[in-house]
């Protein structure tokens, strides 16, 4: 027993020279070692370096960003939901709004949206709140590249509120009709429209009756209050939302093609799939005598982009920051030592 632990010791202890012989690194004596006032100045003047470079390194390491990806959308059997908010300038007894789709099933198989007369006029409350939503969704169209990053990771959720109780209520009939409602409609594309006359379903399609009405009554000026598609997420801006359009002529037609992308945004904390949408506008009056025919109405006309986009947050790989770091110190450590 004692035997074996002595030999043991010896062995350890030879195979620790060997090591000692790899040391590749030269060594000084204390007493070839001067102090100066430079290598103290360039000391310090390192040192601070290291811990700049540190610092930029970390703040750079926690400032994650945002990659974008995209891939053919596979999801079939997901579905779309519809959120409407809007006012248009005329009775609800003279409005019809409904919803055809490429599946040719009627809007009435998705439910059907609220209607509620009102008056288009806002009263100074509501006016107040509407410019300010406009403005802000204007600005973040505009701005909208610079701050995106910043609306998602703060998780900023920006849900245009409805409009407030009137502070004054108009002394006069209604003169306009409140659409407003969320569908889940079949992630096609299809056709969401609002134009004269209650609609008729019939088996090949459906029809819009206004045999009641002169030329005169129709006006398509409208107000949209909410237009988007999915669940509220973060940054996530709708073009339309704050629009709106006054009718000079009665017989228009305005068309809005969307089309609507699946987005899937993916931060540290949270993964939201939502909608988001591009919007082109067009509008022209309607007139038999002069070839532009047509029926007036307000047609969103939107289709379902084959892409997904995937936006997903991305933080360095917490390896390579360490390395970095240990380069930085030492690289300057060498460096100054020269
Ligand atoms: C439609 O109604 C709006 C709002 O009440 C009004 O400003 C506009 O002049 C009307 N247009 C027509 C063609 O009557």
């Not at 060997?18 to 004596?29: G, R």
């Not at 409407?84 to 809007?107: E, F, R």
């Not at 209520?169 to 969320?182: L, Q, T, W, Y």
């Not at 299809?190 to 609609?199: D, Q, R, W, Y």
Request: aromatic residues 12%.
């Amino acid at each position: 027993m004692e035997k074996e632990n002595i030999s043991l010791l010896r062995y350890r202890g030879s195979k620790l020279n060997k090591v000692k012989e790899l040391d590749i690194f030269p060594k000084l004596e204390e007493t070839f070692k001067q102090k100066s006032s430079v290598g103290g100045t360039l000391s310090i003047i390192s040192f601070l370096l290291i811990f700049w470079l540190i610092y930029s390194e970390t703040v750079y390491f926690w400032d994650s960003k945002f990659v974008f990806k995209f891939t053919p959308d596979t999801d079939f059997n997901a579905k779309l939901k519809i959120n409407v908010d809007m006012t248009v300038a005329m009775p609800c007894s003279n409005v019809g709004a409904d919803i055809l789709d490429s599946t040719n099933q009627n809007a009435f198989k998705f439910g059907s949206l609220e209607e509620e007369d009102t008056w288009f006029e806002l009263a100074s409350n509501q006016r107040r709140q509407f410019e300010s939503e406009r403005h802000f969704n204007s600005y973040l169209r505009e701005e909208y590249h610079s701050v995106k990053d910043i609306l998602w990771r703060n998780r900023y959720i920006h849900i245009s509120q409805e409009l407030p109780p009137r502070s004054e209520i108009p002394n006069r009939p209604h003169d306009a009709c409140r659409i407003h409602g969320s569908l889940i409609l079949n992630k096609v594309s299809g056709n969401f429209h609002i134009t004269a006359g209650k609609s008729l379903s019939l088996p090949r399609g459906h029809i819009h009756i206004s045999a009641f009405m002169s030329d005169k009554d129709y006006n398509f000026t409208h107000r949209i209050n909410r237009f988007s598609f999915g669940d509220p997420s973060p940054g996530i801006v709708h073009p339309l939302e704050g629009d709106e359009t006054i009718a000079s002529q009665n017989m228009v037609l305005y068309q809005y093609f969307i089309e609507v992308v699946p987005t899937t945004v993916k931060t540290f904390l949270t993964t939201v799939d939502t909608y988001q949408y591009s919007v082109k506008e067009l509008s022209r009056p309607i007139d038999h005598n002069k070839g532009s025919h047509g029926m007036p109405g307000i047609f969103f006309k939107y289709d379902v982009s084959a892409l997904k986009v995937h936006v997903i947050q991305e933080r360095e790989n917490i390896g390579m920051f360490l390395a970095k770091l240990c380069s930085i110190i030492g690289g300057i450590y060498v460096c100054s030592s020269m």
